[in-house]
């Protein structure tokens, strides 16, 4: 490390898992939809995909516009799955219950997060504390 750097806990710059709030959104609406093989290895979301607000308001994790995807389970993980959700219709997702969900905190920019979530430091600590 460089001299004169402080480190810091991740969970000072990113809330994880965080709440969404999905009041509000009529049954019928359309929500997109983020399954894991529609995320790359490379840390992109590629097939658009949209689901009806009541096929997944339950039993899906939820995510809301500017949050992190991060796969939470092996060999995803390990290989770099996750995505920058931008661009969400109405600005709620909903996807795999095998992402962890980071959301920058004011602190933060969540792009600066993203982009240190596909950092090789970040997914070698990560397995490190993998149990299960």
């Not at 095998?98 to 982009?115: G, K, M, T, W, Y």
Request: net charge neutral.
């Amino acid at each position: 490390m460089s001299e004169g750097l402080t480190l810091v806990p991740f969970s000072d710059f990113v809330e994880i898992n965080p709440a969404v709030q999905i009041g509000g959104i009529l049954s019928a609406s359309r929500v997109s939809f983020i399954p894991m093989q529609d995320v790359s290895d490379a840390g992109e979301w590629e097939n658009r995909q949209e689901r009806l607000f009541h096929e997944v308001r339950s039993g899906y994790t939820r995510f809301r516009e500017g949050d992190i995807l991060f796969a939470k389970i092996t060999p995803c993980m390990e290989n770099g799955k996750g995505a920058h959700a931008v661009g969400l219709i109405g600005g709620i997702g909903f996807g795999s219950t095998e992402f962890h969900v980071l959301r920058s905190r004011s602190s933060a920019d969540p792009r600066f997060v993203f982009h240190w979530t596909r950092a090789p430091q970040l997914r070698a600590s990560a397995e490190a504390r993998m149990t299960g």
